[in-house]
C-alpha cells in the first residue's frame, strides 16, 4: 500500500490483532509481528515454514525502546552512533526482564535486533507500543524479497497486509555482528566488514566456524531459487541461465547481468531480483561468472554458496 499515515495505521491495526504484516527495509521486506507477544511470533513462523531453530531480528525504534529488553556496551554505542539506523544487525544479551518472546531467540539469552532505515516503517516503529519481530518475507530457504511483488509472490492472500515501501535499496541482508563478548561477524550483508574494521579499529573476522544456527542466515541452504547453480563458470550450456558480474558488448537471451559496470554494491543490490527473475522464466540450471571476492562481491559470493548447497 501507498506510503501515507492510513496505511501505516492499518498495519497497526492488524498487528494489535497479532496478525503479520509485510513491511519495507532498505535491506529486504520483513514479515513483521509484535516480537512481545509469542501467538503474534508463533504465526512468523508457520507462515514462512521457519524452523524454530532459527531465531529472528528484533527491530526498534530508538535506543530507549531497546534499553528496556538488552544490555548494551561501548562497542555497540560506537557502532550504532556510526551506522544506525542502517543495515546492521547487533547480538545482544538480553536483560532477564526482557519482554521478547522466546520463541524470537529460540530460548537464548541473546537477541538479534537493528534499527531500519525505511521512513515508512520508521514511522510505524514510532506509533507502536512494541518492537517487531522481522525475518524476510518468504518461505524459508528461498530467495528474500525486495518489493511489494515479490512477498505477494510468496505468500498470497496468506498474510493480512502489505505497507508498500518501495524496492529495498539494499537488496540483500543486514550484516550480523555479535557483540557478546569478542567482537564477531556473524553474517555478511548490508555494511561492508571494513567499514566495521575501521569504525571500531579491529580486524574483525567473518565467523564461519559455528555449525550451530544461533542468528538468521547461518542455514546451510539459503536464499535459493529452487534450481541446480554452480558458481565459478565461464561459459552456459544452451538450457541455462548466466548471471554475469557486468554487461557484455555480445549479448544472449540466457544472459543476466548484476551490473553495467562491475559495480559490486550494485550488483548485490540486483542479486535476489535477477535470482527471482530467472526461476520465473522456468530455467532448469543457473550457472554463475566468478565473481570478485571482495567487498559486496563477498557477500554477493556467500548468497550464492548457500543458494546453491545441496
Known amino acids: 500500500m501507498n506510503n501515507n499515515l492510513a ?28 516480537a512481545y507477544s509469542s501467538k503474534s511470533v508463533k504465526k512468523i513462523y508457520s507462515l514462512k515454514k ?48 526482557s519482554r521478547i518472546s522466546r520463541i524470537v531467540t529460540n530460548n537464548k539469552k541473546t537477541v538479534a535486533v537493528r534499527f531500519p532505515k525505511n521512513k515508512l516503517t520508521q514511522k510505524l516503529l514510532k506509533l507502536l507500543k512494541y518492537p517487531l519481530a522481522a525475518p524476510s518475507a518468504n518461505i524459508s530457504t528461498k530467495i528474500s524479497p525486495v518489493s511489494k511483488d515479490d512477498v505477494k509472490e510468496e505468500f498470497g492472500n496468506k498474510i493480512k497486509f502489505i ?3 518501495g524496492r529495498s535499496k539494499i537488496g540483500l541482508e543486514s550484516t550480523i555482528i555479535s557483540l557478546v563478548n569478542k ?6 550483508g548490508g555494511i561492508e566488514r571494513t567499514k566495521i574494521n575501521k569504525v571500531l579499529n579491529k580486524n574483525i573476522k567473518y565467523d564461519r566456524t559455528n555449525k550451530k544456527i544461533t542468528v538468521p542466515g547461518q542455514s546451510k541452504l539459503h536464499y ?6 554452480k558458481l565459478n563458470t565461464l561459459k552456459p550450456k544452451n538450457n541455462e541461465a548466466f548471471i554475469l558480474i557486468k554487461k557484455r558488448k555480445k549479448s544472449y537471451k540466457n544472459y543476466y547481468y548484476l551490473s553495467k559496470t562491475k559495480n559490486l554494491k550494485q550488483a548485490a543490490k540486483n542479486l535476489y531480483k535477477i535470482l527471482r527473475m530467472v526461476k520465473n522464466k522456468n530455467y532448469k540450471s543457473i550457472v554463475v561468472e566468478r565473481i570478485p571476492n571482495i567487498g559486496f562481491g563477498e557477500v554477493i559470493n556467500e548468497r550464492l554458496k548457500r543458494a546453491s548447497a545441496k
Open 7 to 34: 496505511n501505516i495505521k492499518k498495519s497497526i491495526f492488524f498487528l494489535n490483532k497479532n496478525e503479520c504484516v509485510a513491511i519495507p527495509t532498505e535491506t529486504v521486506y520483513g514479515l513483521a509481528a509484535n
Open 50 to 97: 521457519r524452523p524454530r531453530n532459527n531465531p529472528s531480528i528484533v527491530h526498534y525504534s530508538n535506543l530507549n525502546q531497546l534499553k528496556k529488553d538488552c544490555e548494551i556496551n561501548k562497542n555497540f554505542l560506537i557502532l550504532y552512533k556510526k551506522f544506525c539506523p542502517g543495515p546492521l544487525t547487533f547480538v545482544l544479551k538480553l536483560k532477564k526482564k
Open 163 to 165: 505497507l508498500d515501501g
Open 183 to 188: 567482537p564477531r561477524i556473524l553474517r555478511l
Open 224 to 229: 535459493s531459487p529452487g534450481i541446480p547453480i
